[in-house]
């Protein structure tokens, strides 16, 4: 009897091993080693997230920076809840308007602009270079309006031209767009002016509950002059506790949009 309890401690000893051993030691790509990417390969990491952001203008109340914090801690997020994910390094550099004559961000000093068709060609031979090693669900995000189109052609592209693979590209559209974020702000009684379109209470909220040092607490104010001020909306309605509850809203619904994609691939 004795026997039998102490083989079956080592089988329980040797599963826990071989479950610990099964994980990664982030699902940021860019902490780990190429042999530690080939190992989660192995047991099953076969999605990867490719994050964009944007560096550019967010108000005088908010850094340059914003939309790639704020992404690469939704990835993280989304592929640990996932739990066969990783997360491909931030791009930070995205479409936000002309440079000759600028307009949008581009009236505002310190963003960067790269032309769409660019962009995609970035987006697109990450993917490819991903496809190469063996990943088989590829998904795109996005925090910035601007990503918009541009990954959903990039995904619609590569989807065509890989059909007769086992590899598929996903674009997760609401992640972006955050329209149940914003319906729940109206269920608190904030209006569409004060909730606006750009470093708003959206925007903001979720800036303060992911890094409140993005945020400058002394310039927060109300504004519908873009041109003046690069805002249109109330940033100073906006609370850690409404970015934390938006946070959850667009992490839940993209872990959801994800599984039903890939279980329909």
């Known amino acids: 009897?004795?026997?039998?309890?102490?083989?079956?401690?080592?089988?329980?000893?040797?599963?826990?091993?071989?479950?610990?051993?099964?994980?990664?030691?982030?699902?940021?790509?860019?902490?780990?080693?190429?042999?530690?990417?080939?190992?989660?390969?192995?047991?099953?990491?076969?999605?990867?997230?490719?994050?964009?952001?944007?560096?550019?203008?967010?108000?005088?109340?908010?850094?340059?920076?914003?939309?790639?914090?704020?992404?690469?801690?939704?990835?993280?997020?989304?592929?640990?809840r996932l739990g066969n994910a990783l997360v491909a390094p931030v791009m930070a550099y995205v479409p936000e308007g002309p440079v000759d004559p600028p307009s949008g961000h581009m009236l505002f000093p310190g963003t960067i602009t790269l032309p769409d068709d660019v962009f995609m060609q970035v987006v697109a031979f990450a993917a490819r270079s991903f496809r190469v090693h063996g990943f088989r669900d590829i998904v795109l995000i996005g925090d910035s309006g601007g990503n918009l189109d541009g990954?959903?052609?990039?995904?619609?592209?590569?989807?065509r031209e890989w059909r007769d693979t086992d590899v598929r590209v996903h674009f997760i559209e609401e992640f972006t767009r955050g329209d149940e974020f914003r319906r729940w702000l109206r269920s608190q009684g904030e209006s569409e002016r004060q909730i606006g379109r750009h470093a708003g209470i959206m925007d903001t909220s979720v800036a303060m509950a992911v890094d409140p040092g993005m945020v400058r607490p002394d310039k927060l104010a109300p504004s519908s002059d873009f041109r003046t001020t690069g805002v249109l909306g109330d940033p100073s309605r906006a609370t850690a506790a409404y970015g934390e509850k938006g946070l959850a809203i667009q992490i839940e619904g993209a872990v959801r949009r994800i599984r039903e994609l890939v279980a329909d691939r």
């Not at 990954?151 to 989807?159: D, E, G, I, P």
């Open 1 to 80: 009897m004795a026997r039998l309890v102490w083989i079956a401690c080592l089988i329980t000893v040797v599963f826990a091993a071989s479950a610990v051993a099964a994980k990664p030691p982030s699902v940021f790509i860019e902490e780990l080693t190429w042999t530690e990417v080939r190992d989660a390969l192995a047991q099953g990491y076969t999605t990867i997230i490719i994050p964009t952001g944007g560096t550019e203008q967010n108000g005088p109340h908010m850094v340059l920076g914003k939309h790639n914090a704020i992404v690469e801690h939704a990835a993280g997020k989304i592929a640990g």
């Open 151 to 159: 990954l959903n052609r990039v995904s619609r592209s590569l989807s």
